[in-house]
C-alpha cells in the first residue's frame, strides 16, 4: 500500500497550486501525530458532532447518530488510519490527504475514506439544534445577488439533493478559485468566480478538490436518513433545510472563504510584481552596490 501511494503522490502534490498554505484554514479540525521513536502512528480523529447525539430530534434521531456517526463515520476513520500509516500521508493534515490522493479524479486508494472523513465532520457542523430558518445579513445578501432569492437558493439546493443519483453530496460554495490550479477539474465556468454556486457530488467527492470553498453540506446516502426517513429523501432534505441547517456555521465559513480567496490574490499580486520574498528583493541591491 505505502509502495503504491508513494510515487504518484510526490508529482501530484507538488504541482498542486499553492495547495498547502491555501488549505491551512482547516488544518485545526485534527491532531498531527509525528512518528515517536521510530513508530509511525497515523492519527485521524473520530471527531464528534458539536451537539449530543440526540439533540438533533425529533428531526434525525439519536438512532441514526449511532449508526451513521458512530458506525458509518467510525469506519471512514479507521480504514483510512489503516490505509495511509507508513506512508506520505501520514503526516499530513486531512485536506491535503484528499487532495493528493483525488490525483486528478483517477482517486488513489484512501481518497474516500478520507474525503468521507471530511465530509461527514463538515456535515454534522452543518446542522445544530434549533437551526434552520434563514442566514444572517450577509450571506442573505449574497444568496440574494447569486440566486435571485432566498427561495430559489433553497430549491436549487433542495434540487441538486434531491437528484443526486445514488450516494453523494448536495454543497453551497462559495466559488473563487484561480485559473491555474495544478490537482483541480473546474465544473463551473471561471465567470462564475467569487460566487456563491449549488453543486452535487457522487459518492465521497468533495468541492475540494475543485478548489471551492465548501459553506454547507447535506449527506444524500441513504445511511443518512433511511431510519428516520426510509426512502423519502425529499423529506429529509426539507426537514435539514427548515429545521436543521446552522447558518452560523456558513457565516464562519465563508468569513474563512473570502479572506483565503483574498490571501490568494495578494500572493499572485506578489508574483506578478516580482516580490516573491525579501531575498528577491534585497539580493539585486547588494549585486548593484558592488558594481558601483
Ligand atoms: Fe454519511
Known amino acids: 500500500m505505502a509502495a503504491a501511494v508513494a510515487t504518484p503522490l510526490k508529482f501530484t502534490f507538488s504541482s498542486s497550486h499553492g495547495s498547502t498554505r491555501g488549505l491551512q484554514w482547516r ?12 513508530v509511525i502512528t497515523a492519527k485521524i480523529d473520530h471527531k464528534p458532532p458539536p451537539y449530543s447525539l440526540e439533540a438533533l430530534e425529533p428531526h434525525m434521531s439519536r438512532e441514526t447518530f449511532e449508526y451513521h456517526w458512530g458506525k458509518h463515520h467510525r469506519a471512514y476513520v479507521d480504514n483510512l488510519n489503516k490505509q495511509i500509516v507508513g506512508t506520505e500521508l501520514d503526516t499530513m493534515p486531512l485536506e491535503e490527504i484528499i487532495l493528493a490522493t483525488y490525483n486528478k479524479g483517477d482517486l488513489l486508494p484512501p481518497f474516500n475514506n478520507a474525503a468521507q472523513v471530511w465530509n461527514h465532520e463538515f456535515f ?4 445544530k439544534p434549533g437551526g434552520g430558518g434563514q442566514p444572517a445579513e450577509e450571506v442573505l445578501e449574497l444568496i440574494k445577488r447569486d440566486f435571485g432569492s432566498f427561495e430559489a437558493f433553497v430549491a436549487e439546493f ?17 466559488k473563487a478559485n484561480r485559473l491555474d490550479v495544478g490537482n483541480a477539474v473546474n465544473p463551473v465556468p471561471s465567470e462564475e468566480d467569487k460566487k456563491l454556486v449549488v453543486v452535487k457530488s457522487p459518492n465521497a467527492i468533495n468541492p475540494l478538490v475543485y478548489d471551492y470553498s465548501p459553506l454547507l453540506t447535506i449527506d444524500v446516502w441513504e445511511h443518512a436518513y433511511y431510519l428516520d426517513f426510509q426512502n423519502r429523501r425529499p423529506d429529509y432534505i426539507s ?11 456558513v457565516s464562519l465559513r465563508l468569513e474563512a472563504a473570502k479572506a ?5 490574490e495578494r500572493e499572485e499580486e506578489r508574483a506578478r510584481n516580482g516580490y516573491e520574498g525579501d531575498d528577491s528583493q534585497t539580493e539585486p541591491h547588494s549585486e548593484d552596490s558592488e558594481a558601483d
Open 158 to 174: 433542495k434540487a441538486a439533493a434531491a437528484t443526486q443519483f445514488g450516494s453523494g453530496w448536495a454543497w453551497l460554495v462559495y
Open 27 to 38: 488544518n485545526n479540525q485534527r491532531s498531527i501525530k509525528r512518528p515517536y521513536r521510530g
Open 124 to 127: 454534522w457542523e452543518s446542522m
Open 260 to 264: 483565503r480567496a483574498a490571501e490568494r
Open 239 to 249: 426537514t435539514f433545510m427548515e429545521k436543521l441547517v446552522s447558518w452560523d456555521a
